[in-house]
């Protein structure tokens, strides 16, 4: 398949239209406002995009902060022997999963059958602008060794994902920074939309989506963020959130149990560099998705990285885009 097919095989709709109202910023003159209706290239699920002026307020951490320290944590560790959950031996023979300053323990708000939770450190607050490949390394590289230990003693166990809600706008329960590592015999929503649309674009075209995707989005040369080593990077078609979110894409890795010590630098050196955009925007929470499955040979290990902001600075910015 040359590059011009792949441009043809890899469509970016979009529907352009406009709300028509009396503007009170213009002395209620008739006025439009531009948006688009975007369709996900893959899936086929719409966003909604409109080009409008942005900018966050520095938020107030320090009070979100020294509040957290006022309730019980119990990540903290003069808390985390008594206060968490171990893991059954045939499992996970030391009852935790240990490395570095990293602890995973199991969730005791399960959202799959095999669900972790994959504590950073000892430290209560992680700050945004500490967010670099080598204090996320463990947590992740922990998550890994869960998933591995999983898949052993779980045959049925065929669709992995790790997911992270940093801070109360994004989502999270606690300061304390936490990734929840998910394994089970049901996909998600997001992933069985990726996976079906991965077959659907193989039995037309075959051709990998994720390779095609990458070559695309590399001509059109509008949302292409670049690569690094085994991971590609753009700004997302269709965003899940008021804000542009951004997708890495590992176009050669099948799962998450194949990702090495290599490729995992690759995504933590990417994803710093993301996260330290959002910290210089005032932008202090975020969502990641990371998804894989061993159930299907055209996907590809990827990944979603979405902006919050603290309630208060827009009521319509915290709120998921009609999809």
């Known amino acids: 398949m040359n590059d011009m097919e792949t441009v043809m095989s890899i469509e970016f709709k979009k529907i352009r239209s406009q709300l028509r109202l009396l503007n009170p910023l213009k002395g209620h003159a008739p006025d439009e406002i531009p948006f688009e209706i975007r369709f996900d290239p893959l899936t086929g699920a719409t966003g909604r995009v409109f080009d409008l002026p942005f900018k966050a307020e520095k938020p107030d951490v320090a009070d979100i902060v020294d509040r957290s320290k006022k309730v019980f944590c119990p990540f903290c560790p003069a808390a ?25 323990i ?17 430290e209560h607050f992680l700050p945004m602008e500490n967010l670099t490949p080598e204090t996320m390394r463990n947590a992740f590289s922990a998550s890994l060794v869960y998933f591995k230990r999983v898949a052993e003693s779980d045959p ?5 994902s790790i997911n992270w809600n940093y801070m109360p706008p994004a989502g999270s329960s606690l300061v304390h920074a936490h990734l929840q590592p998910n394994a089970g015999e049901v996909p998600t929503n997001a ?5 079906e649309g991965c077959r659907s674009y193989r039995h037309k075209n075959q051709n990998s989506f994720w390779e095609d995707f990458i070559k695309a989005e590399k ?29 890495c894409v590992f176009p050669g890795l099948l799962t998450l149990l194949e990702l090495n010590k290599d490729d995992l630098e ?7 560099k993301i996260l330290k955009y959002f910290f210089y925007e005032n932008i202090y929470g975020f969502n990641i998705s990371i998804f894989s499955t061993t159930d299907e ?15 208060g600075l827009s009521e319509t910015a915290t709120s998921p885009i009609p999809r």
């Open 191 to 195: 992933l069985r939309e990726q996976i």
């Open 106 to 122: 199991p969730n005791l708000a399960p959202f799959e059958k095999h669900a972790g939770v994959a504590i950073f450190s000892q």
């Open 80 to 104: 985390l022997e008594k206060s968490t959950p171990e893991f059954p031996k045939d499992l996970i023979s030391e009852g935790r999963i240990q490395v570095g300053d990293a602890t995973l």
């Open 219 to 247: 001509q059109n040369d509008e949302r292409y963020l670049g690569s690094i080593g085994s991971t590609s990077w753009v700004v997302s078609f269709v965003p899940f959130s008021f804000l542009p979110d951004v997708q």
């Open 266 to 272: 690759c995504f933590l050196d990417g994803l710093s």
């Open 156 to 160: 049925l166990a065929r669709f992995f």
């Open 297 to 311: 040979e055209s996907h590809r290990v990827n990944a979603r990285i979405c902006p919050r902001l603290l309630p």
